[in-house]
């Protein structure tokens, strides 16, 4: 089973208004997930006070979903959010389709933002379609407009142990959006080369890899991001330290960046996203709304990765620790193609001795500036 969120906005409490919006996002949220009425489970669905002409409910049943839990709610009356909102909570049996990563609907300015988790300012207004403020004072050059304004990237680049996916994973779950680990895909090509006995410094014999791979990517019952090689779900083989240091290796060849950045652009069309790696801000999503270059001492990082391999029970001392990140870092920033720098345009940001809620606080704020 999944569970798709949707939200949508009116302009009017009627009953045609909030009719027709539940209508158009129910059928959206189907359409998106390729999902039929047989496989809805049950809907709830919550307006905000000012929505008291009509259930949206009757919209579901008005669309022949009869046989799934319809139930109603009033939303919490928070000051600031988002007034005259409908949103939708749809439980849909994927078992056919297997593991499956829910696309979720946000439509007429409904934002997943809520002032009430973010501490922030109010959601636009929904008559209006999401505006930029004028850009605050500031050093970075202009943004140029997204493609695609009702979709949200983050981009979130650093060197390794920064503390970039600890970030990433708590800005997509505060957002309600999908968090990539875009690492993990290269772990998963150097997992392939290892498995399969390929040098990893033979460039040639790596690229004819990459003419057979598949790399897929799905999300579990708990959000965290699995994935398959092949036909064969790795995600627990992809951080030793064998894999790591090939990974690094790999990464500097165009034909593996080129596939796996075609992927992740193609996620990043789809939903909204919080994607973390080295070249995500400069490469794969250049039109980001927020772009992060998180950093941290390489002491703090070497630190951090001792404590990860000691949690999993592997032996490593802080100098070897040391020595392999130093040695990645030196492949990353300096390698020809897509090296690991910070974009002009990216807020920069030094994880040392700073709590990980106030750094989500701090990248949900620059969303909000955006
Ligand atoms: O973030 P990580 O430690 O899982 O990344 C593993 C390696 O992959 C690292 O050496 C840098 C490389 N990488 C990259 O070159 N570009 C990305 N977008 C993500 C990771």
């Not at 920064?162 to 990433?168: C, D, E, F, L, M």
């Amino acid at each position: 089973m999944i569970c798709i969120r949707g939200a949508t906005t009116v302009t009017e409490n009627t009953a045609e208004a909030i009719l027709a919006a539940t209508s158009e996002t129910l059928q959206e949220m189907m359409k998106q997930n390729d999902c039929g009425i047989s496989q809805i489970i049950s809907i709830v669905f919550s307006a905000t006070k000012d929505l008291d002409a009509v259930y949206p409910a009757r919209a579901a049943r008005e669309l022949g979903i009869t046989e799934a839990g319809l139930f109603c709610v009033q939303e919490m009356d928070v000051p600031g959010s988002l007034p005259m909102c409908i949103r939708l909570m749809m439980h849909v049996d994927v078992l056919s389709k297997g593991q499956y990563a829910a696309k979720h609907v946000y439509s007429q300015g409904a934002q997943t933002l809520r002032p009430d988790i973010t501490n922030n300012e109010p959601a636009p207004k929904p008559t209006t379609p999401p505006t930029r403020p004028p850009e605050p004072k500031s050093k970075r050059p202009p943004r140029k407009k997204p493609p695609q304004s009702s979709i949200i990237a983050i981009a979130i680049d650093g060197p390794s142990g920064a503390g970039k996916s600890t970030v990433a994973k708590a800005v997509a779950e505060e957002l309600g959006i999908m968090y990539v680990d875009t690492g993990a895909m290269y772990r998963a090509v150097a997992l392939n080369c290892i498995k399969d006995g390929v040098k990893i410094k033979d460039e040639s014999a790596v690229q004819k890899i990459m003419q057979n791979i598949s790399i897929d990517i799905f999300y579990d019952q708990q959000g965290r991001q699995r994935v398959v090689l092949n036909g064969e779900e790795v995600t627990e083989q992809l951080h030793s330290q064998k894999v790591a240091d090939a990974t690094s290796v790999i990464a500097t060849y165009s034909k593996v960046r080129e596939y796996l950045v075609a992927i992740q652009q193609e996620i990043a069309t789809k939903q909204s996203v919080v994607m973390d790696g080295r070249d995500i801000g400069t490469k794969v999503l250049p039109f980001a709304q927020v772009k992060i270059f998180l950093d941290a001492t390489l002491e703090e990082r070497a630190r951090r990765r001792l404590l990860e391999f000691e949690a999993k029970g592997e032996t490593a001392t802080l100098a070897t620790v040391i020595n392999a990140l130093k040695l990645r870092d030196r492949r990353d920033k300096s390698r020809a193609n897509s090296p690991l720098m910070q974009a002009d345009d990216a807020v920069y940001i030094k994880s040392d001795g700073v709590p990980v809620p106030q750094i989500v606080q701090q990248i949900v704020a620059e969303l909000h500036k955006s």
